[in-house]
């Protein structure tokens, strides 16, 4: 079977006014009037961390994006980058090692992908449910004054930017203040002091941007640290533990009614009961009856 090539995907596009225009793109003050795209674009409501950095990272910064972004797995998070060399390629390629759907925004035609070398990987964005973005038409070239307008949308589609790595005059900066221009959080990985690859981060923490020095601290920023915890835990349940979750599903019951619909034994079920509990899969109401948490 053939490879599936670039040309092979259809260019859309969405209008502001249409319901699955990026919500969080339609809040910016300059957000485009039309996006091209391709890909699909199923999502109302999401969650999504953009991340950014140097062109010209170092091996500390790879392994920063590596680790940063592997750990998210799992998450309900979308991942935003620019295509470009460096961090951003290294974060779309660990996003999709880690089963992430992960966006791109380029700044030229979608006719053609920028870096021509990072084909391959805009279809395996395409090709894991992602979707690549620009708003210029077809036959649009990757013009220096292209970026900084393609930054804003990078910015714009996410509830917080990462810099991993920025010197202290980085392009990377732009979409960091653009990102707290739109009252967007700010997070940053933080660097060896004498290092320069890392003063442009260094310098955002020291203006009070988030640090990024785990997974757990961005999805404590956006909100996920719970969902995740208990999506973790609820993947390790046991047999047992998993018919009482389903059990539960459709409501609160009390221990009878659980003992009922799972026919674990009334003697057995009260420790597992009480060990949920204390796990935190499930909690018991004041009226005695069991629902799941979250």
């Given at each position: 079977?053939?490879?599936?090539?670039?040309?092979?995907?259809?260019?859309?596009?969405?209008?502001?006014?249409?319901?699955?225009?990026?919500?969080?793109?339609?809040?910016?003050?300059?957000?485009?009037?039309?996006?091209?795209?391709?890909?699909?674009?199923?999502?109302?409501?999401?969650?999504?961390?953009?991340?950014?950095?140097?062109?010209?990272?170092?091996?500390?910064?790879?392994?920063?994006?590596?680790?940063?972004?592997?750990?998210?797995?799992?998450?309900?998070?979308?991942?935003?980058?620019?295509?470009?060399?460096?961090?951003?390629?290294?974060?779309?390629?660990?996003?999709?090692?880690?089963?992430?759907?992960?966006?791109?925004v380029i700044a030229?035609?979608?006719?053609?992908?920028?870096?021509?070398?990072?084909?391959?990987?805009?279809?395996?964005?395409?090709?894991?449910?992602?979707?690549?973005?620009?708003?210029?038409?077809?036959?649009?070239?990757?013009?220096?004054?292209?970026?900084?307008?393609?930054?804003?949308?990078?910015?714009?589609?996410?509830?917080?930017?990462?810099?991993?790595?920025?010197?202290?005059?980085?392009?990377?900066?732009?979409?960091?203040?653009?990102?707290?221009?739109?009252?967007?959080?700010?997070?940053?990985?933080?660097?060896?002091?004498?290092?320069?690859?890392?003063?442009?981060?260094?310098?955002?923490?020291?203006?009070?941007?988030?640090?990024?020095?785990?997974?757990?601290?961005?999805?404590?920023?956006?909100?996920?640290?719970?969902?995740?915890?208990?999506?973790?835990m609820r993947e390790?349940?046991?047999?047992?533990?998993?018919?009482?979750?389903?059990?539960?599903?459709?409501?609160?019951?009390?221990?009878?009614?659980?003992?009922r619909a799972t026919?674990?034994?009334?003697?057995?079920?009260?420790?597992?009961?009480?060990?949920?509990?204390?796990?935190?899969?499930?909690?018991?109401?004041?009226?005695?009856?069991?629902?799941?948490?979250?």
């Amino acid at each position: 079977m053939r490879q599936k090539q670039w040309s092979d995907y259809p260019i859309r596009q969405v209008r502001i006014s249409d319901q699955n225009y990026p919500y969080l793109l339609k809040e910016i003050p300059d957000a485009p009037p039309t996006l091209f795209y391709k890909g699909e674009l199923r999502f109302k409501k999401y969650t999504a961390l953009s991340v950014v950095g140097s062109r010209k990272y170092t091996a500390y910064g790879k392994q920063a994006a590596g680790d940063l972004i592997g750990g998210l797995a799992g998450a309900d998070l979308v991942i935003v980058s620019g295509l470009a060399l460096g961090i951003d390629s290294i974060s779309h390629r660990a996003a999709l090692d880690a089963n992430l759907i992960t966006w791109a925004v380029i700044a030229c035609g979608l006719d053609r992908v920028y870096p021509a070398s990072h084909e391959r990987l805009a279809c395996q964005i395409l090709e894991k449910g992602g979707a690549i973005f620009s708003e210029e038409k077809s036959g649009t070239d990757a013009l220096p004054f292209l970026f900084p307008k393609r930054n804003r949308i990078i910015a714009g589609l996410s509830q917080a930017t990462l810099v991993v790595e920025a010197a202290a005059r980085s392009g990377t900066l732009i979409t960091a203040f653009l990102a707290l221009d739109y009252n967007r959080s700010v997070l940053a990985a933080p660097h060896n002091i004498f290092n320069f690859s890392g003063k442009g981060a260094n310098m955002l923490l020291s203006l009070g941007a988030v640090v990024a020095r785990s997974a757990e601290d961005i999805l404590k920023e956006l909100g996920l640290e719970t969902d995740l915890a208990q999506k973790k835990m609820r993947e390790n349940l046991s047999a047992e533990e998993s018919k009482i979750c389903q059990a539960l599903e459709n409501g609160e019951k009390s221990s009878d009614e659980i003992c009922r619909a799972t026919q674990i034994v009334i003697e057995k079920l009260n420790t597992l009961l009480m060990m949920m509990v204390i796990k935190g899969i499930v909690k018991r109401r004041i009226d005695g009856k069991f629902v799941i948490t979250g």
